[in-house]
């Protein structure tokens, strides 16, 4: 086995626990297909893993569950061991459970750098490859059929008819009177009379000495706990605010909102040069490295990651959950975003390696959120005009600048110091949209005072009000 010194740089090192051989070398062999990853050891039991990852130190760990010595939840114990002894490194869960109980025990103390996917899956496309990238810079990767796990409601079967069933249920996942007599159409009283009997059919039974009764009462308290335990888990693994969504307004796929935004879409100025010349792992290095700096920068005002395609990022504020101040967290993550990939390109120049120039579009509005895909994959997406806009804007902006759209400019409470860039025509639309350039500091101090009125822009403007 070798350390991080004996490989590139570059290089995602992983250290692989399976207790079989098949397995652990078709998991080998998926992984080093890939030039930017690279497995460093092997191991069959909880104490190869632990020595194993602890000699090696590698980026990310990779491990099934039950392995010797008692075949229980040894690669769960093992990555937790792991990371207290190297608290940087990623772990990836491979199980054949989709119970979410393994699931909830990985990611009870937080759910950054940890990954859960079924065995079943990880020969589709690129998960397992995805995963451990993901992991590597601190994210998270969750196969879908977990989440499904996570949100679907607990029941359990017992001697109740279909109607007392279904009101079981609902009480188990925390329903209110009011919110079933709405579901059902009926009186809250007639609901109330209807959930006190089935207690006092189950208090009866037990009685009785039916220890089927029983067991509901406790299928029923566990129904509760799991509950807790799994909407906590949700909100770490989803974007913030949607998981308490899910739990509380159980939408489905396809049903949207309307919603009041500010989208951040940044993109990578010659980034096509770039990929030309580099080296695809040495390359493959620098994305994570970008991501993790922009995924830091978004969430540090606030805001949700929507997607990474390639070299762009887009980022929403303002939504799953409302934020009044939404477009003035947007520009402050916006300069958070620029100042990190400064800090990077940084060193990146002292090792030979091409920095990387951010060009951003903000775009103020409406926009429609919704869970869109199917119940193999699902994900939380915006639609509109907003986010086209926010689109074109970035590609309006050169390497270090941000473009407002007027919009934004008007939503904002902050000083921000702007350079009008007048009416300008952009692609999919037939009339010119007027735009706006953050000024850096030093361009702001050189030019004439800043003022409050945008009607008609001088050559600098800059709204002024209070600080968030």
């Not at 895909?373 to 600048?401: I, K, P, W």
């Not at 639309?429 to 101090?445: C, E, F, I, N, W």
Request: proline fraction near 4%; charged fraction near 20%.
């Amino acid at each position: 086995m070798s350390g991080r010194g004996d490989i590139p740089a570059r290089t995602i090192s992983v250290f692989l626990a399976d207790d079989n051989l098949i397995v652990r070398e078709g998991v080998r062999a998926l992984i080093e297909r890939h030039p930017d990853l690279c497995v460093v050891g092997v191991a069959a039991d909880f104490d190869g893993t632990v020595a194993g990852a602890t000699a090696t130190e590698p980026h990310v760990l990779v491990t099934d569950i039950r392995m010797p010595p008692s075949f229980h939840r040894e690669g769960i114990d093992a990555a937790k061991e792991v990371r207290k002894r190297h608290p940087g490194t990623g772990v990836v869960i491979l199980s054949q459970y989709d119970d979410p109980e393994y699931a909830v025990s990985l990611l009870a103390e937080g759910s950054a750098g940890y990954g859960y996917l079924l065995k079943d899956h990880i020969a589709e496309g690129n998960q397992l490859v995805e995963a451990i990238r993901a992991v590597a810079t601190g994210g998270t990767a969750l196969d879908p059929a977990i989440v499904e796990a996570l949100v679907r409601p607990v029941t359990s079967s017992g001697a109740l008819d279909e109607s007392e069933e279904s009101l079981l249920a609902l009480v188990a996942e925390g329903k209110p009177i009011k919110a079933i007599a709405a579901a059902r159409g009926l009186p809250p009283q007639a609901v109330d009379a209807a959930v006190e009997a089935v207690f006092l059919k189950l208090a009866q039974g037990v009685s009785a000495g039916n220890q089927g009764a029983l067991q509901r009462l406790r299928l029923l308290h566990q129904a509760i706990v799991d509950r807790e335990e799994q909407g906590e888990t949700l909100s770490r693994l989803l974007p913030g605010g949607l998981a308490e969504k899910l739990r509380l307004e159980g939408r489905r796929i396809g049903e949207t909102e309307r919603v009041e935004v500010t989208v951040v879409m940044s993109d990578i100025r010659s980034y096509s040069t770039i990929a030309e010349h580099a080296d695809p792992s040495q390359l493959a290095g620098q994305l994570n490295t970008h991501r993790a700096a922009m995924n830091r920068a978004i969430l540090g005002e606030g805001g949700t990651v929507m997607q990474f395609v390639g070299d762009a990022v887009m980022a929403v504020f303002g939504a799953p959950v409302s934020q009044v101040d939404h477009a003035d967290r947007a520009v402050a993550a916006a300069a958070a975003m620029h100042a990190g990939q400064a800090e990077i390109n940084k060193r990146w120049v002292e090792e030979s390696l091409p920095p990387f120039g951010l060009g951003l579009g903000l775009s103020t509005g409406e926009a429609a959120a919704a869970l869109l895909g199917s119940e193999e994959r699902l994900e939380y997406t915006l639609v509109g005009d907003t986010v086209n806009l926010s689109q074109r804007l970035q590609q309006l902006a050169s390497a270090g600048e941000t473009v407002l759209s007027e919009a934004t400019v008007r939503a904002l409470t902050c000083e921000v110091a702007t350079v009008a860039l007048g009416e300008q025509l952009v692609k999919g639309r037939d009339t010119p949209v007027v735009a706006y350039k953050v000024l850096s500091p030093g361009q702001a101090s050189s030019g004439g005072d800043m003022v409050t009125s945008i009607a008609q822009p001088p050559a600098e403007t800059s709204i002024e009000g209070g600080s968030r």
